[in-house]
């Protein structure tokens, strides 16, 4: 092996080896206190931020994806987009907003895809971006709280529909019931 030969596969070594230090356990994301993201089976994409910037978007990546779909949909960006802004984007907004993450043109922003996206962010001084992610977080919180207190406010309202429904089929059928026993007699 000529030495043109070695330096080159050192060279392409040394590349893999930086590139995986960016690769992370997929089991780990929904562990916000996990800054040592050594592989197992499942890897994603770990961008190339310090450590406080990318536990905070750790915990926006698991504020969106609430459900655990593993991806976000244009309303997972309104929501960002409320959180960041404090108003309700457009649609036209937020699917802007995610077509500049969705690397593959799913339609859709897997979480390798959200890592990337926030990769931006080694750009902005540490101090502000801390700062404006929890920000974000918070007010994100607060959104899925709000969301969930509405849901259950449904849930309750479709709970005493159907009470008032079985109190009135109840009350039908004593009726039947009533009218067929005056006929028996």
Same mark, same amino acid.
């Given at each position: *092996?000529?030495?043109?030969?070695?330096?080159?596969?050192?060279?392409?070594?040394?590349?893999?080896?930086?590139?995986?230090?960016?690769?992370?356990?997929?089991?780990? %994301?929904?562990?916000?206190?996990?800054?040592?993201?050594?592989?197992?089976? !499942?890897?994603?994409?770990?961008?190339?931020?310090?450590?406080?910037?990318?536990?905070?978007?750790?915990?926006?990546?698991?504020?969106?994806?609430?459900? &655990?779909?593993?991806?976000?949909?244009?309303?997972?960006?309104?929501?960002?987009?409320?959180?960041?802004?404090?108003?309700?984007?457009?649609?036209?907004?937020?699917?802007? +907003?995610?077509?500049?993450?969705?690397?593959?043109?799913?339609?859709?922003?897997?979480?390798?895809?959200? *890592? &990337?996206?926030?990769?931006?962010?080694?750009?902005?001084? +540490?101090?502000?971006?801390?700062? !404006?992610?929890?920000?974000?977080?918070?007010?994100?919180?607060? %959104?899925?709280?709000?969301?969930?207190?509405?849901?259950?406010?449904? &849930?309750?309202?479709?709970?005493?529909?159907?009470?008032?429904?079985?109190?009135?089929?109840?009350?039908? %059928?004593?009726?039947?019931? +009533? +009218?067929?026993?005056?006929?028996?007699?």
């Amino acid at each position: *092996m000529d030495a043109e030969t070695v330096a080159s596969e050192a060279t392409e070594i040394e590349a893999n080896n930086n590139n995986n230090e960016h690769i992370i356990n997929k089991d780990n %994301i929904n562990n916000d206190n996990n800054d040592d993201d050594e592989g197992e089976a !499942q890897t994603f994409y770990r961008p190339d931020l310090p450590p406080a910037i990318y536990r905070l978007v750790k915990k926006l990546w698991n504020l969106l994806d609430k459900k &655990g779909k593993g991806f976000l949909r244009v309303s997972d960006f309104i929501r960002l987009g409320t959180a960041m802004t404090e108003e309700k984007p457009t649609i036209a907004a937020a699917e802007m +907003q995610l077509n500049q993450a969705n690397i593959s043109g799913s339609g859709r922003v897997d979480c390798d895809e959200w *890592m &990337g996206y926030c990769e931006r962010l080694k750009s902005m001084p +540490q101090d502000l971006c801390e700062i !404006q992610l929890t920000a974000f977080v918070a007010r994100l919180e607060k %959104i899925n709280a709000k969301e969930l207190s509405d849901l259950t406010k449904i &849930g309750k309202k479709g709970d005493m529909a159907e009470a008032r429904e079985e109190a009135a089929m109840e009350r039908e %059928i004593a009726r039947m019931m +009533q +009218q067929a026993q005056g006929k028996k007699r």
